[in-house]
């Protein structure tokens, strides 16, 4: 149990400069450029699944959320908040980013989300016409105040980036405790077996795991893939399902129930189908 602990505290310990660096500049680029993005998504009209994926691949914390209360508002379509839904990587890529995963593994990550994105949310809008638009309650910073991301408006950058860097260091912490934990009582083999070696099961388990709003769901993802126990289509299942708190602040804004579970049940075929598309072809990273 020591042996566990100690690599536990190292292999976490070692991530935080780069968290906090990574989320320094997330937080420079929402404070300059994360109102503009907004207005931009809400002009862009037909070709909002392809403006919105764009964007919504960018680290910009609550815009999920306030994608989702434009969304209730009538100003997006539906294509518009799913390609979003699914673009959007949360907690992935600072993770990614603080385990040095090669900068063009990253690119093809976020580059298949995107285009994951568009071409589901041009098919949803064809599915499901838009409604007709109604005056918007589009304050993201009422509905980033119960993100996991607590960036209230005027906070400063390098106290927000604080908040996640300690937040995901402490998810980091239990998860990696866990896995190391399973690695030396159990085995490599036997928690590869569990979830790795299953390539439909694997894709459908993660896409339920990614539907929980929380940043959490993506850490784990990203987590389990970097180490070995999670494969490569199961995770990109899993985080194209996850929307950080989007599906939550959906649940919040939207009064329609029977919309929501259509939302939520597209994300999931996505995400799964996808993930056990990639699994088919041998698509890795």
Not at 23 to 33: D, G, I, N, S, V
Not at 269 to 277: F, T
């Amino acid at each position: 149990m020591l042996h566990v602990i100690e690599h536990t505290l190292l292999d976490t310990i070692k991530l935080v400069p780069f968290l906090f660096i990574t989320y320094l500049a997330m937080e420079f680029l929402e404070h300059k450029a994360g109102e503009k993005t907004l207005r931009f998504v809400k002009k862009s009209g037909n070709f909002g699944p392809v403006i919105g994926s764009l964007f919504g691949a960018l680290p910009q914390c609550g815009f999920s959320a306030a994608a989702a209360n434009f969304y209730a508002g009538r100003v997006i379509t539906m294509g518009t908040l799913i390609a979003i839904f699914l673009s959007t990587s949360d907690e992935m890529l600072p993770i990614l980013i603080a385990q040095s995963v090669d900068v063009t593994v990253i690119a093809k990550i976020l580059a298949m989300k995107i285009v994951i994105g568009m071409a589901a949310g041009f098919l949803i809008d064809f599915i499901f016409p838009a409604k007709k638009q109604e005056h918007s309650h589009d304050h993201i910073h009422e509905m980033c105040e119960h993100d996991h991301c607590n960036c209230q408006q005027g906070e400063s950058i390098w106290k927000s980036s604080l908040k996640h860097t300690l937040q995901i260091t402490f998810f980091l912490l239990l998860i990696t405790f866990a896995l190391n934990a399973v690695l030396e009582f159990v085995g490599e083999d036997v928690l590869a077996s569990l979830i790795l070696n299953k390539p439909v099961l694997g894709p459908i388990l993660a896409s339920v795991v990614g539907l929980i709003p929380n940043c959490a769901s993506s850490v784990v993802l990203t987590t389990l893939y970097l180490e070995g126990a999670l494969s490569f289509g199961a995770m990109m299942a899993g985080l194209l399902v996850n929307s950080g708190v989007g599906v939550l602040v959906l649940l919040k804004s939207n009064t329609d129930r029977k919309e929501d579970l259509n939302i939520i049940g597209c994300l999931f075929v996505i995400g799964a189908v996808a993930g056990i598309m990639m699994e088919v072809l041998h698509i890795t990273m």
